[in-house]
Structure formats: structure tokens, C-alpha cells
């Protein structure tokens, strides 16, 4: 029965990701944007945005635009013509994240089975992005480039 226990914890414990140790390297402004734009870009089709753009506060990405729409209609013929009514609502809503600049806490490079996941922080420690990337250096450049845009 000990023995059960003990390979359990450990196939368990060979399950989770672990977090890889990097020091971000120097990027340039250009870099940081163009492998930023890749990653995100590059994500399974899900969570993939429609477009990433960056201004002086903040990078924003997104699923474009959302709408819904609610109507009613009527009509009542009468002779050769008809009497219609009808009432109709439409709101659009732009779905968007933002990560500002001034809240990047830290980036942080997780491995598991030659996966890697790059989760970016706010200061507080709450998420503001997660990402899959397909190898290290890919992974580490996006850390490279996240961590630039937090000294901005």
C-alpha cells in the first residue's frame, strides 16, 4: 500500500508544470512589438485575437467587435397595401484586453512536457495574460519583451 502511495505522489508530482528560471535580456522597442504581435498571434484558435495593436500607455488585443440584436415586426394587409410597425435594437460592444504598461508586475516562464506557458502578472500578483508558445527561446524573448514594455 506504501508503495502505491509513493508512486502516486510521484507520477503526480512529474504532472506539473515548473516554473523556469530567466533573467530578461536587452530588446529593442521594435522586437518587443513584433514578438509580442507573434505570440499573441500564434495562439490556439480560441483565444487567438483578431488584432494587437500598442500605443504609449498600453498593448491591446482582442476578438474584435460583439453584437446583439432584438426586433419585433408587424404587418396587417389592407387592400393593395399594408400597415406595418415595428421596433428594433442593436448594441455592439468592442471585446478587448489591455495590458498597461504601468501594471506588468512580472513574467514568468513555466515547462511542462516540452510545452512552455509564459504568464504575465499585474503587481498585485493577479493574471493579465497567459501564453502558450511553441519553444524556449520564443518564450523567453516574449518575457524579453514584456519586461521591456514594464520599464517604459
Known amino acids: 500500500m506504501k508503495a502505491i502511495a509513493i508512486a502516486a505522489l510521484l507520477l503526480l508530482t512529474g504532472c506539473a508544470s515548473k ?71 442593436t448594441s455592439s460592444k468592442a471585446v478587448q484586453t489591455r495590458i498597461y504598461f504601468n501594471s506588468i508586475g512580472s513574467a514568468t516562464l513555466y515547462t511542462k512536457r ?17 501564453s502558450r508558445v511553441d519553444t524556449q527561446q520564443k518564450a523567453q524573448r516574449f518575457i524579453d519583451a514584456m519586461m521591456y514594455f514594464k520599464a517604459k
Open 114 to 130: 516540452n510545452r512552455w506557458v509564459v504568464i504575465t502578472r499585474n503587481q498585485a500578483g493577479g493574471t493579465l495574460n497567459q
Open 19 to 89: 516554473a523556469v528560471e530567466y533573467q530578461p535580456a536587452t530588446i529593442t522597442a521594435e522586437q518587443a512589438r513584433s514578438v509580442i504581435e507573434q505570440v499573441l498571434m500564434e495562439q490556439p484558435e480560441k483565444t487567438r485575437p483578431e488584432q494587437v495593436f500598442f500605443t504609449n500607455e498600453y498593448i491591446a488585443y482582442g476578438g474584435g467587435v460583439v453584437s446583439s440584436s432584438s426586433g419585433f415586426a408587424s404587418a396587417v394587409p389592407i387592400g393593395n397595401g399594408a400597415i406595418a410597425a415595428g421596433n428594433s435594437v
